[in-house]
């Protein structure tokens, strides 16, 4: 077992509490006291927009890193980091370590535009 795959489960885990949390449309993700009750409304709405997006960028990430420990071994020496594919998809050759690597680091900074995103969005809501 790699040493990440618990990492890469809780990102899967919090995927599908996004979606769940989406789908149910209430819960704590969505109390933010000071809305006014007239946009309550639109905002759970767009709340549950973002939810089902960061879920499918929390899954893809965490599906992307999974892939990556299990198909791609990195070892340290003295002259640097060794990189080693264990394994190859026929049906997907194109799949390199930096490509995957790219697509996880990308996931990981869309979730924190988005979380930053929705601090401010909440944040214009409470104000008027």
């Known amino acids: 077992m790699q040493p990440t795959a618990g990492l890469d489960a809780f990102q899967i885990l919090v ?3 996004l979606f769940y949390t989406a ?7 969505y109390n933010f006291p000071g809305i006014p009750k007239k946009k309550a409304g ?7 927009i973002i939810y089902i997006i960061g879920g499918v960028v929390s899954l ?10 299990n198909m791609f071994s990195v070892s340290y020496t003295e002259e640097g980091a060794e990189i080693v ?5 026929d049906a997907f050759p194109f799949i390199t370590y930096g490509m995957l690597r790219s697509i ?11 979380l930053a995103g929705v601090f401010i969005y909440l944040r214009k809501q409470q104000r008027g």
Not at 85 to 89: G, K
């Open 85 to 89: 594919q264990n394994y190859t998809i």
């Open 15 to 17: 995927a599908f509490y």
């Open 104 to 114: 996880s680091f990308g996931c990981i900074i869309f979730m924190l535009i988005l």
């Open 60 to 69: 893809l990430d965490g599906a992307v890193s999974m892939l990556l420990n």
């Open 42 to 48: 639109i905002v759970r709405r767009n709340l549950r």
């Open 23 to 29: 789908w149910k449309g209430s819960g704590t993700l």
